[in-house]
């Protein structure tokens, strides 16, 4: 199953007073690991960049002055997604940036049901501490040292590591690798069971003695004899 991690960085809080997104970031992910594939857009958002956001992404309103408009980068983006499920931590914040975008080039928006919130699953895995990206990525012993501001790739890779461990993920994939091929455990090899009756032979004497028949057509050079018993 094909599914997307997904975040954004803005010029605010609330995309209804104007706010826009100035940065994309998406991770592919196939089967609950990621692929390597990704989406990365900076985006010039019309407008300034106050000084609270900029604190926050230190993405400057001249940095992003020469960077593509969204209506640039939208069908491309919409491609990489596609129909798949977007995993998304606090999905509504970033949803609603996408869809008052999406809205201006009157674009289709996100559907809910497409939402995978990983702030809701970590609420409910994690119930009464703090679950921010960097609490989940200290509770699950990933690295996000380069994490010294928010930035939408950084944040989406770091969010596919959470993800993978929040639904149990990893845990399940090391317990598959570890199963041995013959599954002998400590006191050695699994008994195996035994029918209380043996199947009854499918090849007949007829059977044996036609197949007589066609290898001796064969000579004695064919390759089939070297398999035969005494040999």
Known sequence: M???VLDTET???????????VEIGCVEIYNRMPTGQTFHRYIN???DVPAEAFAVHGLSSEFLADKPLFAQVVDEFLEFIGD?????HNASFDAGFLNAELARLSRGAIPRERLVDTLLLARRKHPGVSNRLDDLCSRYAIDNSRRT????LLDA??????YIDLIGARQSQLI????PSDRGGAGGDTPRRQRPTPLAPRVTESDREAHAAFTATMG?????NEYRPGA
């Open 84 to 88: 798949d499920p977007l995993v998304i």
């Open 2 to 4: 094909r599914e997307i």
């Open 45 to 47: 958002p019309e407008r």
């Open 220 to 224: 004695d050079k064919a390759i089939w």
């Open 11 to 21: 010029t605010g809080l609330d995309p209804l007073r104007g706010d826009r997104l």
């Open 176 to 179: 598959l690798a570890e199963v």
């Open 157 to 162: 890779e770091l969010l596919a590591e959470v």
């Open 149 to 152: 501001k928010h930035g939408a």
